[in-house]
């Protein structure tokens, strides 16, 4: 018995615990997302919206987002809680793409007392990253000019990856990628690009520039890195084009005298020239104001002091050429007059003495140097002490010694000439210096003395000829010396020139061997001058020596082209290469390489330049194509100062070998003793193609690309000519046929077989389809048209003479003929007694038969034997089994003799002069095809009314053969 008692009071709670029904993820447009889904791709500053939803769980679950393992706190979140404890939660994020997230995902996790550990779905971001970095790796050292330079750029942590591209300054064309290489390195990629270029003076710097999909699509700057080359080079002295400048000072003026080059490494050093002599920098008046020499200074100038100055710059890598920088002319001041004593003529052999006085004129009154000259030539220049000492301004130097001192204390302005001879006859004169400097010179006085012919003396002059001039030369005398010299000695290049003793030289056509120096030593009865030269320079305007042949070319397989120019030249010029008018620079397609030759002597050619063009077929797409290729070279040469520029031009042709070849007619059909057209054979190929022609056999063979019958071609002539087309590189050839008709030849072959004399016409002839005509005597008894077999069964005892005719396009053939004694006869020595006796009873009878049909059917018709023959007509068109075809002769046969009583009339032979007619079953069938051709007429019957089965085989069986046979039994 149940007994309720409540000793304690218990209060109990029951909580009532599910899970959720439902977790989904989905996307701002509600797609539902499944667990562990890859999104995107996505690229960075994308905005990502996810939703995680719970329903159905008691209590209501809690919904939180993660990044990874961090909680996103920036969720919309969401809660709905029903009476009945039940309910929904929401989260829903915006997430912004950033590098980040990258390899990370996205986990709505699902927490409620129902479940032990938290419901958690996940969601993955596929993200695309701009590259983060690019690194160069250039030279870190010098790279000679002209050799090769390799950069790498590098651009890391790109997804997808990156792709790099360079430029450069100055730009250099068709810069490309020599090799990228494409690296995973965990979620991202590592990008490298290399590429090598030749190192120029010119290239100041290489960049490199990195994107991808990410950059590009959102217009971002692409990633860049830049790196400055460092190229050796030998110094390059910069100099204007205006030419030559001149600076003129006076004495005692100070000059600067600058070098600019260009070079690397910049340190270098500067030698410095004075009209081609190396300049002492240790000078007084010369002082270096850069350490490396390329400024100096001139000061306290003199006239020494005069000339072209020229510099040469050199480092590590070479030197530079010498360049003039500027002439520098120093100005004097003084004026001075010359006095001579005694004044009248001196004979050589007195060795008298002579005075000369320099004197200032004013205001000067003191001379601190003089100069003396004769002839314009410096003779003396006193005081004859060292420079140092010329100027008192300069102080006392203790090294000198009393003499030494004695001797630049002297008087300049007096000389003393003592024992006087022919050397010093000449014009005397003298330059006086103070303390302004040198001044102008003075009068001349001259000194006249008796002595061999002396010569001008002064600087040889140059006189500038074209190659092939004419130049008369005249000795120049200063004084023709006493007595008057009237003959000289000429020395070309030092080597006299024989026959010539003139004063004048007179040279025609000049050349190679003209361009010298030219001295004329005149002499007189006392005696030989000192000489006077004159310098030939020859020149030529540019003239073509070895030019380019109008036709050039080369075999389509060569992989290298070569022509060659010569341009003779003086002053020397250069050549250029053109292509249709348009300059050929070197590079990889072509190659220019340019040389220069002294003259020549032995050929009379001046100075010239060779320049060779090198087609690198090898660099062409698809090497040396015939029409594209086909192109005017031409060789062009500069002006020089003589004349315009030369050039010489060819055409230039891919060779190959002749193809296409092509003939005309391709056949020709023509009679015996007639002459056919010509055959013309033609092709395509250059060289243009050489032809020959050749007869079937070989045997017969012709040059030209026309195949030409000078006359009448024989029956030995017809068949297949051969035409062969050819260069130096291959052949082609084409046949063609030629036909020739002519009568029928026959001759007559007999033979025995079972039991049966054969009687075969052999004929020879062209077209080889005839019409057999048999006669015995002169009676025809058969014809059978184009057929390649007749039979005849003669009745026995048939004797005499059978003759062939046959008969083509060409006419009617000879006769050929054969006698026959009874055919029987023949047969005997093959049969024993008792056959030989049938026999003969057999033929007696047989012939008897023969002998009354045939009288019977000569009543009838104007044939004179009974004879049986079968024809087999040739039809190209019908298409027809043998047995066929003589099953319907046999009947047409049998029909005819029915109809005309066992006889029939055989068709004659046309007259031999008659002329022939084409038969239409050889040119022009008149049956369609696919129809029954009809057979040709019968040539006759025979009175035994139907042929026999033993006459039908043997017909059959002779049908096969070949030619036209007579059958004797």
């Known amino acids: 018995m149940f007994q309720d008692r409540c000793l304690t009071g218990q209060v109990s709670h029951l909580a009532v615990l599910g899970k959720p029904d439902q977790v989904l993820v989905t996307l701002e447009n509600s797609t539902i997302v499944n667990n562990n889904t890859l999104l995107g791709p996505y690229q960075i500053g994308d905005r990502v919206v996810v939703k995680c939803s719970a329903r159905g769980g008691r209590p209501v679950p809690q919904v939180t987002w993660y990044n990874g393992t961090e909680m996103i706190t920036n969720s919309w979140d969401r809660r709905v809680e029903h009476e009945n404890g039940t309910g929904s939660a929401k989260s829903e994020i915006s997430v912004t793409v950033s590098r980040y997230d990258l390899g990370k995902g996205l986990q709505c996790r699902i927490n409620s007392s129902a479940v032990p550990i938290p419901v958690v779905r996940s969601v993955y971001l596929d993200v695309e990253v701009p590259p983060v970095n690019l690194r160069m790796e250039p030279l870190k050292e010098f790279v000679d000019e002209g050799g090769k330079i390799s950069v790498s750029c590098t651009a890391t942590q790109s997804r997808p990856a990156a792709y790099i591209y360079w430029n450069s300054d100055p730009l250099i064309p068709g810069l490309e990628r020599d090799n990228e290489t494409v690296i995973k390195t965990n979620l991202t990629f590592t990008t490298t690009s290399t590429v090598t270029v030749e190192a120029s003076r010119e290239l100041a710097s290489i960049s490199c520039f990195a994107s991808n999909k990410v950059l590009d699509d959102k217009k971002m700057s692409h990633l860049s890195a830049a790196a400055n080359l460092n190229v050796k080079f030998s110094p390059e002295i910069l100099i204007g084009s205006v030419g030559l400048k001149k600076v003129y000072k006076v004495v005692d003026d100070t000059l600067t005298l600058n070098c600019p080059f260009k070079a690397n490494p910049k340190q270098v050093t500067v030698s410095w020239y004075r009209n081609n002599n190396l300049l002492s920098l240790t000078d007084l008046s010369v002082r270096s104001i850069l350490p490396d020499n390329s400024k100096i200074e001139i000061k306290n100038m003199r006239r020494k002091n005069s000339g072209v100055y020229s510099c040469m710059v050199g480092n590590i890598v070479g030197n530079s050429d010498i360049v003039d920088i500027l002439e520098l002319l120093v100005e004097d001041v003084p004026s001075v007059q010359l006095t001579l004593n005694p004044t009248t003529p001196i004979s050589e052999g007195l ?86 400097g040198w001044g102008s010179i003075s009068n001349t006085e001259r000194l006249r003395i008796y002595y061999a012919p002396v010569s001008l003396q002064r600087e040889a002059p140059t006189i500038t000829l074209k190659k092939g001039d004419n130049i008369t030369i005249s000795c120049l005398l200063k004084n023709p010396g006493n007595p008057k010299a009237e003959a000289a000695i000429w020395l070309r290049g030092g080597v006299r020139v024989k026959g010539e003793s003139g004063l004048n030289l007179t040279l025609k056509d000049v050349g190679v061997i003209d361009d010298e120096n030219f001295t004329c030593i005149p002499f007189n009865k006392v005696g030989k001058g000192l000489g006077s030269s004159v310098l030939l320079s020859i020149v030529t305007p540019p003239r073509i020596l070895k030019g380019l042949s109008s036709l050039s070319g080369a075999p389509v397989a060569r992989s290298q082209v070569e022509l060659f120019c010569s341009v003779e030249c003086s002053p020397l010029c250069t050549i250029d290469w053109l292509i249709n008018g348009t300059r050929i620079f070197n590079g990889t397609k072509y190659i220019l390489k340019e040389k220069v030759k002294l003259p020549d002597y032995t050929s009379n050619i001046l100075s010239q330049v060779e320049s060779r063009l090198i087609m690198n077929v090898t660099a062409w797409e698809g090497g040396l194509v015939p029409d594209r290729d086909t192109a005017n070279y031409t060789c062009l040469s500069s002006n020089n100062t003589v004349g315009s520029g030369v050039f010489s031009s060819t055409l230039f042709r891919v060779h190959f070998p002749p193809r296409s070849i092509q003939i005309s007619p391709r056949l020709q059909t023509v009679k015996e003793n007639l002459r056919p057209r010509d055959f013309r054979c033609g092709a395509k190929g250059y060289p243009p193609a050489k032809y020959f022609w050749q007869f079937e056999n ?189 099953s319907a002769l046999e009947n047409k046969t049998l029909n005819q003799m029915k109809s005309s009583n066992g006889c029939s009339a055989i068709p004659a032979p046309p007259p031999e002069d008659e002329p022939v007619i084409t038969p239409p079953a050889v040119h022009t069938p008149s049956t369609a095809a696919g129809e029954k051709a009809e057979p040709a007429p019968t040539a006759g019957v025979s009175n035994f009314g139907r042929a026999s089965t033993k006459q039908r085989r043997r017909s059959r069986k002779m049908l096969n053969r070949a030619p036209t046979e007579l059958w004797l039994v």
């Open 351 to 436: 060795k008298e003495n002579v005075t000369l006085k320099c004197a200032p004129l004013p205001p000067d009154t003191k001379l601190m140097s003089v100069k003396w000259f004769l002839d314009g030539a410096l003779l003396k220049q006193l005081p004859d002490c060292p420079d140092e000492r010329l100027d008192p301004l300069q102080g006392q130097d203790t090294r000198y010694t009393q003499i030494q001192q004695d001797i630049c204390d002297m008087d300049p302005t007096k000389i003393i000439l003592e024992n006087v001879g022919r050397n010093f006859h000449g014009n005397y004169s003298c330059q006086g210096k103070n303390r302004a």
């Open 698 to 886: 070989g045997t017969r063979t012709r040059s030209g690309e026309t195949l030409r019958f000078k006359s009448p071609v024989r029956r030995t002539d017809g068949g297949s000519y051969t035409c062969t087309a050819f260069n130096s590189l291959g052949n082609v050839q084409e046949s063609v046929r030629l036909n020739v008709v002519y009568k029928p030849e026959c001759y007559i072959d007999k033979e025995i077989r079972e039991s049966i004399l054969y009687l075969r016409c052999m004929v020879d002839a062209f077209p080889p389809n005839v019409t057999y005509y048999w006669y015995q005597g002169e009676t025809l008894i058969s014809s059978a048209i184009f057929s390649s077999a007749t039979q005849f069964e003669i009745s026995k005892g048939i004797v005499g003479e059978f003759s062939c005719q046959a008969l083509n396009l060409a006419g009617l053939g000879p006769r050929c003929t054969i006698q026959i004694n009874d055919p029987s006869s023949l047969l005997i020595e093959e049969q024993d007694f008792t056959l030989i006796t049938f026999g003969a009873i057999f033929v007696s009878i047989f012939v008897l038969s023969l002998i009354l049909s045939v009288i019977f059917c000569r009543k009838k018709s104007d044939g004179k034997y009974d004879i049986t023959v079968i024809h087999e007509v040739q039809d190209d068109l019908t298409i027809r089994t043998r047995e066929e075809k003589t």
